[in-house]
């Protein structure tokens, strides 16, 4: 018997037609998929205070750990849309077990790792395993009424932002000199409990043989290709949207402990803290304040003021010199983050069919993990030969920018 069938279902209102699509989420299955992205986090925050001291352990130079989160970014660069149409033609189920089991792989082979090539090995799996987000917003948008989306994407994206807090913390904890592998190994034990629940609970969200398209080809250069066919169109401006956001971002992200230790002489301790606080923000925004926002501003207000609001984070970073001041703009790049992302992935959601939704996610997916890849190494220069402050007051200009000229090309119905 389908699962949906009797387990509880998180409530939303009929569309237009007077049925929810799909009938809701199950209860059961919206746990899953949140516990999926809440686990990708936590593994990502405890890799980030490890990762680099192990790869030093297997002989990278700081060039070459650098490198790493390179490797990452461009799997998913690479593998969003494609796991994106594979979810469209085959199910969202398989995919995100598929990726689930990926993610632990990829712990796994971190924790066991012999040599260098073995950890750039598990990264690269990591990034491409990472890219199910789109699907995961997918399987949310096939059961929901489109006005509610940005709501739930919202709460998916708590988990992001919880999973940013705890993940440090535990992998500092975690991590020994005489155990460096045990960090990781937590992270696949996690993953496999992730796994087991996905395959009890989370059922289909698409009816087999549901696609009333032709079958594409799953190959990245046909996905990308469709961005030429979309030109001019709102999908096409959340890829703008995308790129903008996260360069800044990423940018802010990679220099942020170069910054303060220059400024403040904060240690990485102290960076810690904050980058829980940013946590704490991220989550808090999406859970409490996107709802209301959306409920009253729509979607794209509330995306326009999420950039606005992350933007004046930037300033105060680039400018500031003080405590308060990091602080303040820790707070606003955090809630401008939980504005902005759940928003982009309603949008697109909204102005996608069920044929081409998880591709289309998976496309903004993509322009993001590009932004992630060229970003920290612009900021790297910029922080380097410009001033301490450039990556950020750089970062505010572009997401300024795509505020205003960019977001308002984007048409939704109320």
Request: hydrophobic share 55%.
């Amino acid at each position: 018997m389908d699962s949906s069938a009797v387990e509880p279902v998180l409530p939303v209102p009929p569309t237009a037609s007077g049925d929810p699509p799909g009938g809701g989420v199950p209860i059961g299955a919206f746990a899953t998929i949140w516990l999926a992205l809440f686990l990708d986090l936590l593994a990502f925050g405890i890799i980030i205070p490890v990762l680099p001291f192990y790869a030093t352990h297997h002989g990278a130079s700081p060039a070459v750990v650098s490198l790493l989160s390179t490797t990452f970014s461009f799997s998913q660069f690479v593998m969003s849309p494609v796991l994106g149409r594979i979810s469209d033609q085959f199910g969202r189920r398989p995919v995100m077990l598929v990726s689930i089991a990926g993610s632990c792989a990829s712990m796994l082979v971190l924790g066991f790792a012999g040599s260098l090539w073995m950890v750039f090995l598990a990264r690269l799996v990591s990034g491409a395993c990472n890219a199910n987000v789109s699907t995961a917003n997918a399987y949310v948008a096939d059961r929901v009424a489109p006005k509610e989306r940005a709501r739930y994407m919202g709460m998916m994206g708590s988990a992001i932002g919880l999973g940013f807090v705890f993940g440090p913390a535990l992998g500092g904890l975690l991590s020994s000199a005489d155990h460096p592998e045990r960090p990781f190994l937590f992270a696949a034990a996690l993953a496999a409990v992730n796994w087991v629940m996905a395959f009890f609970l989370l059922p289909e969200s698409r009816k087999p043989g549901a696609s009333a398209g032709p079958q594409r080809s799953l190959a990245p250069w046909h996905a990308f290709g469709r961005l030429a066919a979309v030109r001019g169109t709102p999908l096409a401006a959340m890829v703008v949207v995308a790129f903008g956001f996260f360069f800044a971002f990423a940018a802010m992200e990679s220099t942020f402990a170069l910054l303060t230790e220059a400024r403040l002489g904060w240690d990485a301790r102290h960076n810690g803290y904050i980058f829980s606080w940013i946590g704490v923000c991220l989550a808090a925004s999406q859970g409490v304040l996107l709802p209301r926002m959306v409920r009253r501003l729509g979607e794209r207000s509330t995306l326009v003021i999420g950039l606005f609001v992350q933007g004046t984070g930037l300033v105060f970073a680039g400018l500031g010199g003080s405590v308060l001041a990091i602080i303040a703009a820790g707070t606003c790049v955090a809630c401008g983050n939980g504005l902005v992302t759940p928003s982009t992935s309603a949008i697109v959601s909204r102005v996608s069919t069920a044929d081409d939704q998880g591709l289309n996610l998976g496309i903004v997916q993509s322009a993001a993990a590009l932004a992630r890849i060229i970003g920290p190494a612009i900021a790297g220069v910029l922080f380097e030969h410009v001033a301490h402050g450039a990556p950020m007051l750089l970062g505010a200009a572009i997401v300024v920018l795509v505020a205003i000229f960019v977001a308002p090309r984007i048409q939704l119905e109320r």
